[in-house]
């Protein structure tokens, strides 16, 4: 059947036409679109916005639970959707909660733009995103939790002059074809979100991504918290709970529902910030609540039922993550092995990993090569994504670190492979290495 050629994924690939460059960092392009759309961006609520490099999901959807727990109509917005675009759009609903714009608003918003640009070149991300403060403007709420794309100094959210509050999540290495190679430069374009007078909650970082933050900071004259500075956290192992300072204030918190023990400092981070964000009256049962509820799809998620999990044998576990760079890496191995040395009973885990090319793979791979935690690599390559690997180029990186790797033709055929070996004692399996591969499973588990 032809798609309605008034629907929105029409009109988003006619968007996808507008610049020859998906990406191209500049705020030129954006700030005219915005002047012809009669600047929504000044129309806003209150603003938080998130820039990092990993966990920018994760502090968000704690944030939004703990918000939405409060009493607070929140609007969010996030990229890359998982499944629908929709997704990236989320609008305050006067009876609760956040959900993703309707089909209908979508069309019309991503219209208003497209005719408002004119043949003009844009790219996709910015006339997504004016689209999105487009809808943003027109819909009542108290806040709006505003993701970065990519990088921070020049991403086309950082048109938003006066956020509420600025949060910095780890910095890594990742897009190194647009941030540059080193820690440093690539921290120096996150920090680009900072703004004079707005307070700055810093998540932990490396010395080395620290520095230029600590002096942009400087240069601005943006109030910073910083992870091991003005705040830090400790995790009591026996009951998972968190302690909390914040300056003299010391609040004490649950293990949070998001699975993965990276997400305690996502926690810790998002917490700090509902503490000290002005205008708000957040409690901390609000957030003790928050922390219990925060789902978020895609990072870390178990996959309970469907196809992949049907093809199973009982005793194997099956989780998704969109993790893609050496940071995510690590967190998924640290977890996995935690995992495992908790238990009594040792779990194999399989590893069915699809990467886009512009990826280190490598880096990805090598924390699970250590203490043996992987039985075996399966390189699939990504449906329908032009800039996939192959599942060849997949295993030859993940057996250039140490790791049995093997290839198949798609994530399916890896499961059944795996589910032969599993009838045998339980394990795990884990599909991971991008977004786009973990919005492919979703789709077929919604």
């Known amino acids: 059947m ?81 499944v629908n675009f929709h997704e990236r759009i989320g609008l305050a609903r006067e009876s609760g909660g956040t959900l993703p714009v309707d089909e209908s608003e979508l069309n019309e918003i991503l219209t208003a733009c497209e005719t408002a640009n004119g043949s003009a070149p844009v790219t996709f991300f910015e006339i997504t995103t004016a689209a999105a403060f487009l809808a943003f403007s027109r819909h009542p709420a108290d806040i709006l939790l ?3 794309g990519l990088g921070g100094r020049l991403d086309a959210t950082n048109v938003v002059e006066a956020p509420v509050a600025s949060v910095i999540t780890p910095v890594s290495i990742d897009h190194t074809q647009f941030l540059g190679t080193d820690l440093a430069g690539i921290a120096t374009e996150k920090a680009g979100i900072l703004k004079k007078g707005v307070s700055a909650v810093i998540g932990p970082q490396d010395e080395a991504a620290l520095r230029p ?22 995790v009591d192992e026996r009951d998972r709970s968190i302690s909390l300072r914040l300056g003299s204030r010391h609040v004490f918190l649950p293990e949070p529902s998001l699975p993965g023990s990276h997400q305690f400092a996502n926690a810790a981070t998002a917490a700090v910030t509902l503490l000290s964000l002005p205008g708000f009256e957040i409690g901390d049962d609000c957030i003790r609540r928050g922390l219990r509820a ?43 092995a935690a995992w495992r040395d908790e238990e009594h009973t040792v779990r194999p885990l399989y590893l069915v990993s699809g990467m886009l090319n512009t990826k280190d793979v490598s880096a990805f791979f090598e924390p699970f090569a250590e203490d043996r935690l992987v039985e075996s690599v399966y390189g699939v390559p990504i449906p329908g994504e032009q800039a996939s690997l192959s599942g060849e180029d997949v295993a030859k990186a993940a057996r250039k670190t140490g790791l049995h790797s093997l290839v198949t033709d ?6 059944k492979l795996i589910a032969e070996k599993g009838k045998q004692a339980p394990s795990r399996v884990l599909i991971c290495g991008s977004l786009y591969l973990a919005g492919r499973i979703l789709a077929q588990h919604s």
């Open 2 to 82: 032809a798609a309605d050629r008034r629907s929105s994924s029409v009109v988003l690939d006619r968007l996808e036409e507008l610049h020859p460059k998906r990406i191209d960092l500049s705020l030129g392009r954006m700030e005219r679109l915005l002047a012809a759309l009669d600047h929504p961006e000044t129309r806003l609520p209150s603003v938080v916005h998130v820039a990092g490099t990993n966990g920018k999901g994760s502090v968000i959807a704690i944030l939004r639970a703990v918000l939405c727990a409060a009493g607070y109509r929140v609007h969010t917005y996030i990229s890359p959707h998982l």
């Open 213 to 234: 933050i600590t002096a942009r900071a400087a240069e601005v004259g943006a109030p910073l918290l910083r992870c091991g500075l003005e705040w830090d956290f400790q």
């Open 146 to 148: 505003l993701e970065v």
């Open 410 to 415: 798609s994530v399916e055929h890896a499961v």
């Open 294 to 336: 925060a789902h978020w799809p895609g990072r870390l998620q178990r996959i309970r039922r469907g196809p992949l999990r049907d093809l199973m044998p009982g005793t194997t576990d099956l989780w998704l993550d969109g993790g893609h760079n050496a940071s995510a890496g690590r967190a998924l191995a640290h977890t996995f």
